[in-house]
């Protein structure tokens, strides 16, 4: 069974920069789409960027595009999420999420294996 860890959340001013780290460990099987996701309280989960084995595709949502990138470290199976410009909107708990098997669209609903969550919070 796949285990997915998240870290590197924190508080930063709007404007600043955060890296988040997603390690997944105890899984031999290689997934096909893995991605962040993002819920702050009283909204609903929401993709921010995924990304596929098959071909290296991305996506990102439209309000993330120009200020984060997604990348991965196959070597450590270890997936990142670079926020720049952070925004007061961009505050919420992030996860990473796994599917195997299929290249998944980038909503909650089509991933099964997920992170316990790191909080990020843009704040002056």
């Not at 993709?47 to 084995?53: D, R």
């Not at 980038?106 to 099964?112: L, R, T």
Request: glycine share 12%; charged share 15%; aromatic share 12%.
């Amino acid at each position: 069974q796949v285990q997915l860890v998240e870290s590197g959340g924190g508080l930063v001013q709007p404007g600043g920069s955060l890296r988040l780290s997603c390690a997944a460990s105890g899984f031999t099987l290689t997934y096909y789409s893995i991605g962040w996701f993002r819920q702050a309280p009283g909204k609903e989960r929401e993709g921010v960027s995924c990304i596929y084995n098959s071909d290296g595709s991305t996506y990102y949502a439209d309000s993330v595009k120009g200020r984060f990138t997604i990348s991965r470290d196959n070597a450590k199976n270890t997936l990142y999420l670079q926020m720049n410009s952070l925004k007061p909107e961009d505050t919420g708990v992030y996860y990473c999420a796994a599917r195997l098997r299929v290249q998944a669209p980038c909503v909650p609903s089509a991933f099964d294996h997920w992170g316990q969550g790191t909080q990020v919070s843009v704040s002056s």
